[in-house]
């Protein structure tokens, strides 16, 4: 049996929806807390990990809005287990290493998470779809003053919340938020953005995929100090930056379909006729092909209704998913799930109408394409 | 006009920063300009709006080798001050060492910090916006008589609970970048101070004690 079971279904999550959720996929607000008189997990030998967590795990699952969720320690996780919550951005890969003395708890409705004796004794995230900073801080901000009167979490008025790693210092937020921007990339202005956005004390990286490569056109923008600013002004900062980025991303998908719609539609036709066609297909492919579905969606290629199924496949075709889902091995190989995603795209995509430039009326009949 | 930088080539690119009451301006060549990542205008249009931000980045270029957090304490440089804290101490309650933070950049348990509290400093310098807490503190926290810590320049204490940002705040931020937009500097200027102004009466969030 799999922790998938008591997750939210798939077509559930799938129909999720925030506000500019074309754009922004995701909001996150994560806090780091830690107890006073305990060594932080990472330098804490197993006896005081141990004491950590079990004064913690109670508490987090005594908090108002965490009661009747899941709380899980990680030892009794299968590997395939971790990995789900890792896809669904429900745990961080760190955490999904550990085993005896880490734990999780998660709300009902998916969208608080606390994870005891991560690289601090807490970390508390509140996740949302679309563009909800506010409102994820509003929510974590809420469970955190409840555990405060549970607990005591180590404070000085000097360093504010004290953490592992200086890094998370001071207010110990973490405020993020995941984009997708197709338009950007295809226009080559995304390294612009990224530096634009590094010069304010913010990162931009790519969500998926190593170094400077980003999969799926996904990234993930988020702060990097602090210390010496309030939670509300990181939270605001972060909202107007990832506006600016917003806008600049429509401006670049109207001024591609504007000049370009030959090679906007080129894109999606061809990631349709691969994903609908192939035998064979990596994850790192379907990303990059599925990203351009959602862009085909967006700008009316297909029908609106086609988001949910997209937002579905991206889902289940990352590896533990897609092996959780529709296979009955204990594990499969590198090629064996390669082979088994192309046989669920083909499947999902079989009744899908495909891309019609003629949804857009007299622009996409004319279409010179100017490459 | 030649570059600032290189002093060589002819300045193509020129920037504006508003320092106190202060216009500042910086001319570079293109390829210094490349150099120091300040070519592209999508970049300045995001500046823009956050007008603390591109001061940062004007005073990272004017103040090379700094992380220019605060461009009004140019260039103190960071190395002679770490060589001094690096006296080999070690945390009483988790044995974490002096050494071993230095290595790791991690710090052991909650003591720690007051450990190695000093040479601590200078690597939050370079690493967040200040080097004192701003933001929430924890109830009945805020005014706790002597506190351990050491509490010297200590200028404005901690904030309590984080205070929203007020709306008319985002207007003189829009009016700050529209100005800054039509180069007209000196109604910037102006703007800027009444930011300051009602982020020092409270209004803002690092107010609450003052
Ligand atoms: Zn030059
Ligand atoms: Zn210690």
């Not at chain 1, 609106?304 to 529709?326: D, I, K, W």
Request: charged letters at 25%; proline letters at 6%.
């Amino acid at each position: 049996m799999s922790i998938l079971e008591h997750l939210a279904p798939v077509s559930e999550v799938s129909h999720r929806t925030g506000p500019h959720d074309k754009i922004v996929l995701s909001s996150r607000v994560r806090l780091a807390r830690n107890l006073p008189r305990l060594p932080f997990p990472g330098h804490a030998k197993r006896g005081d990990r141990m004491k950590a967590y079990e004064e913690l795990m109670p508490v987090v699952q005594g908090l108002g809005p965490l009661q009747g969720g899941m709380a899980e320690p990680m030892e009794r996780l299968s590997n395939l287990d971790k990995q789900l919550l890792v896809e669904r951005h429900i745990v961080s890969r760190e955490h999904a290493a550990k085993g005896t003395g880490s734990g999780f708890v998660l709300n009902r409705e998916e969208s608080l998470c606390v994870m005891v004796n991560e690289e601090d004794h807490l970390r508390m995230q509140s996740l949302r779809p679309g563009l909800q900073l506010a409102a994820a801080w509003a929510a974590i901000d809420a469970l955190d003053t409840e555990l405060q009167a549970e607990v005591d979490v180590a404070f000085s008025p000097r360093y504010g919340f004290l953490t592992a790693c200086p890094t998370n210092l001071g207010t110990g937020i973490r405020v993020s938020a995941m984009l997708h921007l197709p338009g950007l990339v295809l226009a080559e202005q995304v390294g612009q953005i990224i530096q634009a956005v590094g010069k304010l004390g913010l990162a931009v990286r790519g969500l998926y995929g190593e170094g400077t490569e980003a999969l799926g056109n996904l990234f993930q923008v988020s702060n990097q100090m602090t210390l010496g600013e309030s939670e509300p002004e990181i939270v605001e900062k972060l909202s107007k930056v990832i506006l600016q980025i917003l806008e600049h991303e429509e401006n670049a998908r109207k001024s591609l379909l504007g000049k370009k719609p030959r090679t906007l539609f080129n894109h999606v036709g061809r990631a349709y006729g691969i994903l609908a066609n192939s035998h064979t297909i990596s994850s790192k492919e379907t990303l990059n092909l599925l990203s351009l579905m959602w862009l085909g969606v967006d700008i009316g290629l297909l029908p609106p209704e086609t988001r949910a199924l997209v937002n579905e496949l991206f889902l289940v075709t990352q590896p533990a998913h897609l092996q959780c889902l529709f296979s009955n091995k204990e594990k499969l190989g590198a090629e064996e799930r390669d082979v088994l995603r192309s046989d669920v795209l083909r499947d999902r995509l079989a009744r899908l109408e495909r891309p019609d430039h003629r949804r857009l009326g007299p622009l996409g009949t004319e279409g010179p394409g100017s490459d | 006009m030649e570059c600032q930088v290189c002093k060589q080539r002819e300045a193509t690119v020129h920037l504006t920063q508003i320092v106190d009451d202060d216009t500042r301006s910086l001319d570079l060549c293109e390829g210094c300009a490349k150099q120091k990542g300040v070519s592209d205008p999508v970049g300045f249009a995001l500046g823009d709006l956050l007008q603390d931000d591109i001061t940062s980045v004007l005073g990272a270029i004017m103040a090379p080798g700094k992380g220019a957090k605060d461009p009004k304490e140019p260039g103190e440089p960071k190395e002679p001050r770490e060589a001094k804290d690096a006296k080999g101490g070690q945390c009483g309650r988790c044995g974490m060492s002096h050494a071993e933070f230095k290595k790791t950049g991690r710090l052991g348990c909650s003591e720690c910090y007051r450990v190695f509290g000093e040479a601590l400093d200078s690597v939050l310098k370079g690493m967040h916006k200040g080097v004192r807490h701003v933001g929430k503190v924890p109830a009945g926290k805020a005014q706790e008589p002597g506190a351990p810590e050491p509490v010297a320049e200590a200028k404005d204490q901690p904030a309590g609970v984080p205070t929203p940002i007020p709306p008319d705040m985002e207007q003189l931020a829009r009016d700050l970048a529209e100005a800054v937009g039509r180069e007209d500097f000196e109604a910037a200027a102006k703007i800027r101070d009444a930011i300051r102004a009602a982020k020092k009466s409270g209004t803002g969030a690092k107010g609450g004690a003052a």
